[in-house]
């Protein structure tokens, strides 16, 4: 009835996450050193630090699941 994940599969999602995010960061750095910083790589490299930080701060809570009243 209800599929239960694998620890490999949730324990690869974050680790996922960390990879596109760094290589977003260093794509946008790249691009702000083609571009020599200009006004949108900038911008851009304030939007990726800013989603990293949103990822890594605010992390899902655990639900509990028992039912006590």
Partial sequence: MFQMKSPTRSALVPLLLLWL???AVLLAVLLGLKFLLTK???VAV??????VFL??????????LSQTA
Avoid: D, E, K, T
């Avoid at 990822?55 to 509990?64: E, K, V, W």
């Fill in 21 to 23: 995010a760094v290589h």
């Fill in 40 to 42: 949108s790589a900038f």
């Fill in 46 to 51: 304030l939007l990726v630090a800013g989603a």
């Fill in 55 to 64: 990822f890594a701060r605010f992390r899902a809570m655990p639900r509990n």
